[in-house]
Nanobody, 124 residues
Framework: VQLQASGGGLVQAGGSLRLSCAAS????????MGWFRQAPGKEREFVAA????????HYADSVKGRFTISGDNAENTVYLQMNNLKPEDTAVYYC??????????????????WGQGTQVTVSS
């Protein structure tokens, strides 16, 4: 499975960016797609995910109300609309795809494959 992310860049605080990601290869079955991010010196953290079955979305508390995730199961694509960006949103953003079924104790979403990441930099 290969994932290609794009859309990162440099933006001023309060601005917007839209990230895109497309998965290809052996993506079936696919339970959902999502985004994580990693800032310098910090661990990778969950940002948002969309699950195909039930069409549910999940967000980290830090991005609720500012970020919107959407996707297309048939096309294996996922998007992240990021509004009102803050300097603390600066990170490398990674898209992922879940191709295995997990238990409820694993949380709503797990990435089994990752893309190469796209840099988002928000200046103050």
């Amino acid at each position: 499975v290969q994932l290609q992310a794009s859309g990162g860049g440099l933006v001023q605080a309060g601005g917007s960016l839209r990230l895109s990601c497309a998965a290809s290869g052996r993506t079936f079955p696919s339970y959902g797609m999502g985004w994580f991010r990693q800032a310098p010196g910090k661990e990778r953290e969950f940002v948002a995910a969309v699950l195909w079955y039930g069409s549910s979305t999940h967000y980290a508390d830090s991005v609720k109300g500012r970020f919107t995730i959407s996707g297309d199961n048939a096309e294996n694509t996922v998007y992240l609309q990021m509004n009102n960006l803050k300097p603390e949103d600066t990170a490398v953003y990674y898209c992922g795809i879940q191709t295995r079924k997990y238990g409820s104790s694993d949380g709503p979403y797990q990435s089994d494959y990752w893309g190469q990441g796209t840099q988002v930099t928000v200046s103050s």
